[in-house]
């Protein structure tokens, strides 16, 4: 049974700066003796999730919370999660006119976790945070100490990733945005010894014409700096920022063969010779014509791609989880995740998936999530125990329209993505995909299942569409002739109904 624990902080700060009440209702769905689970957290606030690591038999989770249709008050929370569900939790608050935003956490070699964020007090909407925090943890979320960085008086925002070196340097590289405008974000680079202290900073200064954007950060061989994947350097190419230890560096361009335009990468150690890349992919450099829009290559480190797999639908948006998308501890179970194309204040209906790819990106399963909320994926993280965390954040938008999101956290495993959905305790994950919904002149089902029939029937019960459903990924089917109303679908195998569904033509 999961537990929500009020958790009083002891620090060297004043205690009117630290919010010590968990506000927060947690439901945990199936929960299965420490296999997979379902947290939705329920807290009445605009929340969403921000970075997760592996810490011993726990995941520890971030996220950002602020009231509704207010940017004051904004605070941050951290969750720790362990194999059965159970979750601890401590909420931290700079004030009702200050902000706080955790980003991303290291796991230090005595068990303690620097926890390193963006606050400061509020301006306006895009001048929120403009000081860099680094807070230490002991193992129970108790705060140890507190440092602050603020950056030069007219940088605000500050989007960055964190990395750890096997010599216990860590680098900070990401972007701010000067006076809070987006279209003058601007590199910055920071390192830090295991204590919180900084090392260097540096803003660079290039006579850069597109906003310069940091993605996702990789350690260099021998601890000698990092790689920084970035955009803005020149028009619409994925630059690499080879970063050494004193922050020298060297731009180059990764080219695309399909001249693909790309965004929000990430890039993880592969092999001794390469890595894997997932990105947001749009077809020959046409961003208006939706095509594959999920990209995972395998790269060379000299940057080459070698082999490539397109994921989502032809015929819409898919796009990687926001943060981070990709991650694996066994090379032959890559996950991917991901989710439909919108706004988090979009009233609609949008399903969540995860793929599992082999060693060389052949696909071996698929599920969507879907079901009278709207799913926004964010975050990735493969588990030791050969399962992995999949962090979101959904609107429930039949019973609140208000922008209240809820944290979502799903843990699964490669059975519950290869075994059929019929077999699994999720109620909410599917094989097949059916849409749109409601639909027009066509309908579209997506699956990698093999031997499935798909029946369309009135509500009266009358057959009015059959057919085998080909393993092709995506069966299309002229609906052009059917009337105007309410139907009713029915997947099968083997005779046996595993999927059923209301389908609306308009």
């Known amino acids: 049974m999961q537990k929500d624990m009020y958790m009083i902080q002891e620090s060297n700060l004043p205690k009117y700066m630290i919010t010590i009440v968990l506000l927060l209702f947690s439901e945990m769905l199936f929960p299965q003796n420490g296999g997979g689970y379902e947290i939705i957290i329920d807290d009445d606030y605009h929340s969403s999730p921000s970075c997760i690591i592996n810490y011993d038999s726990n995941i520890i989770l971030t996220g950002f919370q602020r009231p509704l249709n207010s940017i004051y008050g904004s605070k941050t929370c951290i969750y720790k999660i362990n194999n059965w569900g159970d979750t601890t939790s401590m909420h931290y608050s ?12 290291i796991r230090l070699t005595n068990n303690h976790l620097l926890v390193f964020g963006a606050y400061g007090k509020i301006e306006w909407t895009n001048k929120q945070t403009n000081a860099i925090m680094v807070l230490e943890l002991d193992s129970e979320l108790n705060i140890l ?11 605000w925002d500050p989007l960055f990733k964190v990395s750890i070196t096997e010599d216990s340097t860590i680098y900070l590289a990401g972007s701010f945005k000067i006076d809070g405008i987006s279209s003058l974000e601007r590199l910055f680079l920071m390192k830090f010894d295991t204590q919180g202290d900084t090392l260097m900073t540096k803003f660079p200064d290039y006579p850069i014409g597109n906003p310069t954007r940091v993605y996702d950060i990789m350690n260099r061989e021998n601890s000698n700096g990092i790689l920084a994947y970035a955009t803005g350097f020149s028009y619409e190419v994925l630059q690499v920022l080879e970063i050494d230890s004193c922050f020298n ?7 695309d063969p399909l001249n693909s335009i790309c965004y929000n990468f990430n890039v993880k150690p592969f092999t001794d010779s390469t890595y894997l890349m997932s990105s947001d992919s749009y077809e020959s450099g046409n961003k208006n014509k ?3 829009d999920i990209q995972v290559d395998i790269m060379s480190y000299e940057h080459e791609f070698l082999t490539r797999r397109f994921l989502g639908r032809p015929d819409t948006s898919d796009i990687p989880a926001w943060i981070n998308a990709i991650d694996f501890t066994d090379k032959n179970n890559i996950w991917v995740f991901g989710a439909l194309d919108h706004l988090p204040s979009d ?11 082999d060693s060389t990106l052949e696909v071996k399963g ?3 999530f879907e079901g009278d909320i709207s799913y926004n994926a964010s975050l990735t993280n493969a588990t030791p125990d050969g ?9 429930d938008w039949q019973n609140n329209q208000s922008g209240d999101m809820d944290i979502w956290i799903k843990k699964v495993f490669p059975e519950d993505i290869l075994t059929n959905a019929e077999d699994t305790p999720d109620p909410n994950d599917r094989d097949v995909l059916v849409y749109p919904n409601p639909f027009t002149d066509k309908l579209i089902i997506k699956t990698i299942r093999k031997g499935l029939k798909f029946s369309l029937f009135t509500i009266n019960g009358i057959t009015v569409l059959e057919t085998k459903i080909e393993n092709n990924m995506t069966f299309e089917l002229n609906a052009s002739i059917l009337e105007k109303g309410t139907y009713i679908y029915k997947i099968t195998y083997k005779n046996r109904v595993i999927q059923t569904d209301k389908l ?3």
């Open 94 to 105: 700079i004030g009702y006119d200050s902000t706080v935003f955790f980003k991303s956490v």
């Open 145 to 155: 100490c507190r440092k602050n960085y603020p950056l030069p008086q007219n940088y």
């Open 249 to 255: 560096m060297n731009i180059s361009d990764i080219i």
């Open 290 to 292: 939706i095509t594959n």
């Open 347 to 357: 009233p609609i209906y949008a399903e969540a998936f995860v793929y599992l790819l």
């Open 366 to 368: 698929l599920k969507y």
């Open 387 to 395: 399962g992995c965390v999949l962090g979101g954040f959904l609107t």
């Open 504 to 506: 609306i033509k308009f």
